[in-house]
T-cell receptor, first 108, second 112 residues
Framework: KNEVEQSPQNLTAQEGEFITINCSYSVGISALHWLQQHPGGGIVSLFMLSSGKKKHGRLIATINIQEKHSSLHITASHPRDSAVYICAVSPTGNQFYFGTGTSLTVIP | EPEVTQTPSHQVTQMGQEVILRCVPISNHLYFYWYRQILGQKVEFLVSFYNNEISEKSEIFDDQFSVERPDGSNFTLKIRSTKLEDSAMYFC??????????FGDGTRLSIL
């Protein structure tokens, strides 16, 4: 049983392209997280969302609670954006379900 | 910028042995977490910890696992009798209420 589904699994883009990664979930949540996992394995938290939209630099995250769907957008993509992007949801704030991740490669 | 630090970066242990993974969370953080990631698989939640007790634990976190905050700075994960399937990367994270978590770089645990 997968509480969190991400698409696409793999994504290759040319530098400068606009990128969208999607996340759908099946449980009620208190928050949704977007994480970035670097090729070396380290994990960085990008966004924590409970409603609406957040923006940080070239990254934008949106969530539609009624549709149980979130998107992560990257504008003007760059090779340094190459990483695995992971969606995670928390029903209670204390337990988390993770997606399998979207592996993004940005080609110069 | 403050960081979550994990030691060791790589631990090799014989099956059946006990192992303790150590984490130093960011000093003013109140919420602590352990996750694991088996090679090639997704990240999985193990346990959350607040106010010196477990808040939630997953089905993975059975009786062979325990967590402790022994001295107010370290946060440890103990695996009592390791199995081959415990081989994974273990991540510690810490945070404040309603704030994004900060992750450590992980400990790679290899069970032989």
């Amino acid at each position: 049983k997968n509480e969190v589904e991400q698409s696409p699994q793999n994504l290759t883009a040319q530098e400068g392209e606009f990128i969208t990664i999607n996340c759908s979930y099946s449980v009620g949540i208190s928050a949704l997280h977007w994480l970035q996992q670097h090729p070396g394995g380290g994990i960085v938290s990008l966004f924590m969302l409970s409603s609406g939209k957040k923006k940080h630099g070239r990254l934008i995250a949106t969530i539609n609670i009624q549709e149980k769907h979130s998107s992560l957008h990257i504008t003007a993509s760059h090779p340094r954006d190459s990483a695995v992007y992971i969606c995670a949801v928390s029903p209670t704030g204390n337990q988390f379900y993770f997606g399998t991740g979207t592996s993004l490669t940005v080609i110069p | 910028e403050p960081e979550v630090t994990q030691t060791p970066s790589h631990q090799v242990t014989q099956m059946g042995q006990e192992v303790i993974l150590r984490c130093v969370p960011i000093s003013n953080h109140l919420y602590f977490y352990w996750y694991r990631q088996i090679l090639g698989q997704k990240v999985e939640f193990l346990v959350s910890f607040y106010n010196n007790e477990i808040s939630e634990k997953s089905e993975i976190f059975d009786d062979q696992f325990s967590v402790e905050r022994p001295d107010g700075s370290n946060f440890t994960l103990k695996i009592r009798s390791t199995k081959l399937e415990d081989s994974a990367m273990y991540f510690c994270a810490s945070g404040l209420r309603n704030q994004p978590q900060h992750f450590g770089d992980g400990t790679r645990l290899s069970i032989l």
